[in-house]
């Protein structure tokens, strides 16, 4: 399996990762967030990640940069979506594109990384609630215990808790 930087040709593959990989309804939305990603410029990058075996697409991830008002050094970014097609899972291929993509941040100097997910899974690569107890969600959250953070640097102190703003393909309520 070889993972690799995801360009604007992929969408297609990528769409369809996660197509199968979520259950029926669940699917579309996260799939038109992984090719808005991969349209949207950002600065700092979004760093999108693909998994191919046998010259097949079967997993993807995307990290986008999050922002902090009144903190202009705040190095930071998002993790989502992750999926990988259903025949795929439980094959190390969700672990090896979130650690390929965790350790190109690392080195960018990217100081904590957000994700909202399952604790049982993202808490396998060192994400965890107290870490993101400081920050705030942009929007309410459905499942609150699946917010988390892993900090790969130490962070811009933050005295009292911020609220993170993120790129436009996930500034929608209904993602959170
Ligand atoms: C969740 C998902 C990305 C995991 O990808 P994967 O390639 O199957 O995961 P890996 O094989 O890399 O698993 C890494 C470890 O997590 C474990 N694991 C896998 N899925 C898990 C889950 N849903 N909950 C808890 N642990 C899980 C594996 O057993 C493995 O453990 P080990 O390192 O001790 O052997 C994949 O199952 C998926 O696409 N699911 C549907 C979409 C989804 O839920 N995306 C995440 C949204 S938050």
């Not at 009144?70 to 979506?81: E, M, Q, S, V």
């Not at 390929?100 to 941040?105: A, I, Q």
């Not at 808490?123 to 900090?151: D, H, I, K, T």
Request: proline share 7%; net charge negative.
């Amino acid at each position: 399996m070889d993972i690799r930087i995801a360009t604007i040709r992929d969408t297609d593959a990528v769409r369809a990762v996660h197509l199968d990989a979520f259950p029926e309804g669940e699917g579309a939305p996260v799939a038109k967030l992984a090719a808005d990603l991969l349209e949207e410029k950002t600065t700092p990058e979004t760093l999108s990640l693909v998994a191919e075996s046998d010259g097949a697409i079967v997993g993807h991830v995307a990290f986008s940069p999050v922002f902090v008002e009144g903190i202009d050094d705040f190095n930071g970014y998002i993790l989502a979506p992750l999926g990988v097609k259903a025949s795929s899972q439980k094959g190390g291929v969700g672990r090896a594109l979130i650690e390929y993509g965790m350790r190109r941040l690392s080195e960018k100097g990217v100081e904590v990384v957000f994700v909202y997910g399952d604790p049982d899974y993202y808490g396998r690569f060192g994400f965890n609630a107290e870490a993101a107890s400081v920050y705030n969600a942009p929007y309410p959250l459905q499942y609150p215990f699946g917010w988390q953070a892993a900090v790969l640097d130490e962070p811009t102190p933050c005295d009292s808790p911020v609220t993170i703003a993120c790129v436009e393909s996930l500034s929608d309520p209904g993602l959170w």
